[in-house]
């Protein structure tokens, strides 16, 4: 089955640097690629998605980047706040179920 | 909150108790997902349902048990059989079933002494 590794397992990083994680699956059919931001107690929620017919996609602050071809895809965050400091989940789709295989999670830390 | 309601948000039991966790979605999304969340281990699927009346088994579906029988709720059962049952239990719906988003409810922390 699919499986998905995430790098790194934490990240701390000073106010405005940029942050960068990676991913990896393994499964190459998968065509769905979101990240999620989960704070301390609550959810997980939907920050950014990629699909398998784009290489990247950016909304403001965030960028994700794909690679089809190495099956790996990364998460950017540029200037970075304090509150960016979360714990960031990414996953993949593999066929039509629409269930989501997850990483292991980055927990991101942002120094004032 | 975002349209799928867990309750409760936290839950006790004894060991050897079955216990059954609500999720609700107002949605009318036709798929759901149970995912179970541990430290350092982020989410694992246990089970999912496409369709009313119809559902999978995930990654570690061992030890729990499901139900849809309406197109809005689909409650998990965490049976005596489950070994380490605590932990947090995380709801999630799609309204498609490919390369779409998944809605989460806020979680239900179940312990188990």
């Known amino acids: 089955g699919e499986n998905v590794e995430q790098h790194p397992s934490t990240l701390s990083v000073q106010e405005g640097d940029s942050a960068v994680i990676k991913c990896t699956y393994s499964d190459s059919a998968s065509n769905y690629f979101p990240w999620y931001k989960q704070e301390l107690g609550k959810r997980p929620q939907l920050i950014i998605d990629?699909?398998?017919?784009?290489g990247e996609k950016k909304d403001q602050r965030i960028a994700v980047t794909l690679n089809k071809t190495a099956k790996h895809f990364s998460l950017h965050i540029t200037e970075t706040q304090p509150e960016d400091s979360a714990v960031y989940f990414c996953?993949?789709?593999?066929?039509?179920?629409?269930?989501?295989?997850f990483g292991q999670g980055t927990t991101l830390q942002v120094k004032p | 909150d975002g349209g799928i309601t867990q309750s409760p948000k936290y839950l006790f039991r004894k060991e050897g108790q079955n216990v059954t966790l609500s999720c609700e979605q107002n949605?009318?999304?036709?798929?759901m997902y149970w995912y179970r969340q541990d430290p350092g281990q982020g989410l694992r699927l246990i089970y999912y349902?496409?369709?009313?009346?119809?559902?999978q088994k995930g990654d570690i579906a061992e030890g729990y048990s499901v139900s849809r029988e309406k197109k809005e709720s689909f409650p998990l059962t965490v049976t005596s059989a489950q070994k380490n049952p605590t932990a947090f239990y995380l709801c999630a719906s799609t309204g498609g079933f490919a390369r779409s988003p998944l809605h989460f409810g806020n979680g239900t922390r179940l312990t188990v002494t």
């Open positions: 990629i699909r398998s017919n784009v």
């Open positions: 996953a993949a789709s593999p066929g039509n179920t629409g269930k989501l295989i």
């Open positions: 949605l009318n999304h036709d798929a």
């Open positions: 349902s496409q369709i009313v009346n119809d559902f």
